[in-house]
């Protein structure tokens, strides 16, 4: 049975590390991955033949944030995944959290405003497209705090406690579709947490950790459950091939081990850039106050001083 083109995955050797590692290139993920970077790239180049700077951290981090897709989609680890639990669930976790935080830290939808040219008066092109979609009713809804946790929630519950998880991995389009799904919910999830590109949600700082920590748990419950289960949950994953020298339920007690695990990684990184951004912008508003005091010479305080004057006057 070959669920994923790449090879008969029913006949792979017991897991190891560098065996999970060796390249295996799914095409739908293969052409996804160059052509992100491809375009980002553009973007980049053509700032800088603007005269414009772009942070090379973001650089670094959307690059990062493409390279972990395509480990996760164009190696054995995707062959690895589609018989054993504990394998998909590093596909899982990685592409539904790490990948949507390292993506969203390049922050492309800023860089594609900056280097996408105006269409002109009255026509639209590319950057008119997007700037309309970022507006449009339906992206404020997908990105709501109110549509993004629950959807956070449900594509770990509804999705391997129903018969939906053994539908879509029967064909190779199915797993794709899973994979790119879990990519965008943990983009939407993210993204107005992250705060790092233009939303329709602007959330304060305060809220943004909130809606981080009101997901978290869930995932947490999910793995427990998971790790104490007696019985194999998920049908795909009932029967690992025999050259595998597995047993279903370890296998899925893994899963549940690395689900809960995965559950504090986001959590860390998420409240360290937001910590970062908080601070730098306190920074900024300082700045932005001593540039103000520096233009009018600082009349808020001079005004202050002559209203305590005044006070002592009448005292006297």
């Known amino acids: 049975m070959d669920h994923s083109g790449h090879g008969m995955t029913m006949d792979l050797p017991p897991f190891t590390l560098g065996r999970g590692l060796a390249w295996s290139a799914d095409p739908f993920f293969l052409v996804a991955c160059l052509l992100g970077l491809a375009l980002?790239?553009?973007?980049?180049?053509?700032?800088?033949?603007?005269?414009?700077?772009?942070?090379?951290?973001?650089?670094?981090?959307?690059?990062?944030?493409?390279?972990?897709?395509?480990?996760?989609m164009c190696t054995k680890l995707n062959d690895y995944g589609m018989v054993m639990f504990s394998v998909h669930m590093v596909q899982?976790?990685?592409?539904?959290?790490?990948?949507?935080?390292?993506?969203?830290?390049?922050?492309?939808?800023?860089?594609?405003?900056?280097?996408?040219?105006?269409?002109?008066?009255?026509?639209?092109?590319?950057?008119?497209?997007?700037?309309?979609?970022?507006?449009?009713?339906?992206?404020?809804?997908?990105?709501?705090?109110?549509?993004?946790?629950?959807?956070?929630?449900?594509?770990?519950?509804?999705?391997?406690?129903?018969?939906?998880?053994?539908?879509?991995?029967?064909?190779?389009?199915?797993?794709?579709?899973?994979?790119?799904?879990?990519?965008?919910?943990?983009?939407?999830?993210?993204?107005?947490?992250?705060?790092?590109?233009?939303?329709?949600h602007r959330p304060g700082y305060?809220?943004?950790?909130?809606?981080?920590f009101a997901g978290m748990p869930f995932h947490a419950f999910f793995g427990i459950a998971l790790m104490m289960a007696s019985s194999p949950m998920v049908k795909t994953f009932e029967n690992p091939p025999a050259s595998l020298g597995i047993d279903a339920l370890s296998d899925q007690n893994a899963a549940g081990g690395i689900a809960w695990a995965f559950s504090e990684v986001p959590s860390v990184l998420v409240l360290l850039a937001l910590l970062f951004q908080w601070y730098a912008s306190e920074e900024r508003q300082a700045r932005r106050?001593?540039?103000?005091?520096?233009?009018?010479?600082?009349?808020?305080?001079?005004?202050?001083?002559?209203?305590?004057?005044?006070?002592?006057?009448?005292?006297?």
């Open 92 to 200: 899982h976790m990685v592409i539904s959290m790490v990948s949507p935080i390292l993506l969203l830290l390049g922050a492309p939808i800023t860089l594609a405003l900056r280097a996408l040219p105006p269409a002109g008066r009255g026509r639209k092109g590319p950057r008119e497209v997007l700037l309309m979609l970022l507006h449009s009713r339906y992206m404020r809804i997908i990105t709501h705090p109110a549509f993004t946790i629950p959807l956070f929630i449900a594509s770990l519950y509804a999705l391997y406690f129903t018969p939906l998880f053994d539908t879509l991995m029967g064909s190779q389009a199915g797993h794709i579709a899973m994979m790119v799904h879990f990519l965008a919910v943990g983009v939407v999830f993210f993204w107005p947490i992250m705060g790092v590109d233009p939303g329709p």
């Open 206 to 212: 305060l809220m943004r950790m909130l809606e981080l």
């Open 40 to 72: 980002y790239g553009w973007g980049v180049v053509r700032l800088a033949r603007r005269g414009d700077k772009w942070p090379v951290g973001r650089t670094v981090a959307f690059a990062a944030g493409v390279l972990s897709v395509a480990l996760m």
């Open 289 to 316: 106050s001593d540039r103000a005091a520096d233009r009018d010479g600082d009349k808020e305080l001079a005004a202050y001083n002559a209203y305590l004057a005044s006070l002592n006057t009448r005292g006297g």
